[in-house]
T-cell receptor, first 119, second 115 residues
Framework: GAVVSQHPSRVICKSGTSVKIECRSL??????MFWYRQFPKKSLMLMAT?????????EQGVEKDKFLINHASLTLSTLTVTSAHPEDSSFYIC???????????????FGPGTRLTVL | AQSVTQLGSHVSVSEGALVLLRCNYS??????LFWYVQYPNQGLQLLLK??????LVKGINGFEAEFKKSETSFHLTKPSAHMSDAAEYFC?????????????FGTGTRLTVIP
């Protein structure tokens, strides 16, 4: 199998605080992980691509200092939403590609998502 | 540039009826095309994908999709709907140059199956 977990599944925080979301590949090693954001009734939007041991690559319009990504090991990537505001409330989804994957056609395996609500 | 349009945010079918979920894409280079399914409180699961070769692609759970370049479409079908098919379905495209590293998703279609 190829299971990806996220923790927490739901989080509510006060405006101005920081929130960390973890993405783990449970039964495989992932050199590349992806972070998406999903707004209600909207498609998933890629925020950044996270490579183990190197800096994340952010998509245009995504603030690097706002959304801190760390990919410290082959099974864990974290997304920290710093100084969260109500407009950051959203559904955040991660995905991972297997470390053995060298093909462009290989699959991304998705986590169940984390719903962030900022009050 | 790549983009995906899924016609119909909600589709309802009777159990046993044909399922047809529409997806049209725009891509400046030959595309890779994907269908994902999302069950409540679960992550996206790959149903099927088209990269090269045969344009009719068969996936899991009896689903299939056909890549039609002339129509820029990749519609998802299943001959007979089952109650367990009720879920959210997402079509995605990626430029073949970068492949599955760069997915562009549609807004999703929620499938309801009526007993």
């Amino acid at each position: 199998g190829a299971v990806v977990s996220q923790h927490p599944s739901r989080v509510i925080c006060k405006s101005g605080t920081s929130v960390k979301i973890e993405c783990r590949s449970l039964d495989f090693q992932a050199t590349t992980m992806f972070w998406y954001r999903q707004f209600p009734k909207k498609s998933l939007m890629l925020m950044a691509t996270s490579n183990e041991g190197s800096k994340a690559t952010y998509e245009q319009g995504v603030e690097k200092d706002k959304f801190l990504i760390n990919h410290a090991s082959l099974t864990l990537s974290t997304l920290t939403v710093t100084s969260a505001h109500p407009e950051d409330s959203s559904f955040y989804i991660c995905s991972a590609k297997k470390a053995s994957s060298g093909s462009r056609t290989d699959t991304q395996y998705f986590g169940p998502g984390t719903r962030l609500t900022v009050l | 540039a790549q983009s995906v349009t899924q016609l119909g945010s909600h589709v309802s079918v009777s159990e046993g009826a044909l399922v047809l979920l529409r997806c049209n894409y725009s891509s400046s280079v030959p595309p890779y095309l994907f269908w994902y399914v999302q069950y409540p409180n679960q992550g996206l699961q790959l149903l099927l994908k088209y990269t090269t070769g045969a344009t009719l692609v068969k996936g899991i759970n009896g689903f299939e999709a056909e890549f039609k370049k002339s129509e820029t479409s990749f519609h998802l079908t299943k001959p007979s709907a089952h109650m367990s098919d009720a879920a959210e379905y997402f079509c995605a495209v990626s430029p073949s140059r970068t492949g599955a590293n760069n997915l562009f998703f549609g807004t999703g279609t929620r499938l309801t199956v009526i007993p």
